[in-house]
């Protein structure tokens, strides 16, 4: 899948954003908290990397 390569996931996402006019902050806020748990922390693509992709997606799928 797509996150299985975590830089064309956020570039992907962030030119889906952008066509949807979401703001990005909201949703890399959101990602981080179902990623990380908290507000603040490593970068998304870093996150991803740490918990490896499948963890990655699980965690994005519960804040669906």
């Known amino acids: 899948g797509l996150i299985d390569n975590p830089d064309a996931f956020l570039n992907t ?3 889906e954003v952008k066509n949807l006019a979401i703001p990005q ?3 890399w ?3 981080r908290l179902a ?3 908290k507000e ?3 970068s998304i693509v870093d996150l991803i990397k740490m918990l ?3 963890e990655a997606r699980a ?3 519960k804040l669906l």
């Open 13 to 15: 996402l962030k030119t």
């Open 25 to 27: 902050g909201q949703l």
């Open 29 to 31: 806020h959101l990602l």
């Open 35 to 37: 990623l990380f748990g």
């Open 40 to 42: 603040q922390g490593p």
């Open 52 to 54: 490896g992709t499948q």
């Open 59 to 61: 965690r994005i799928l």
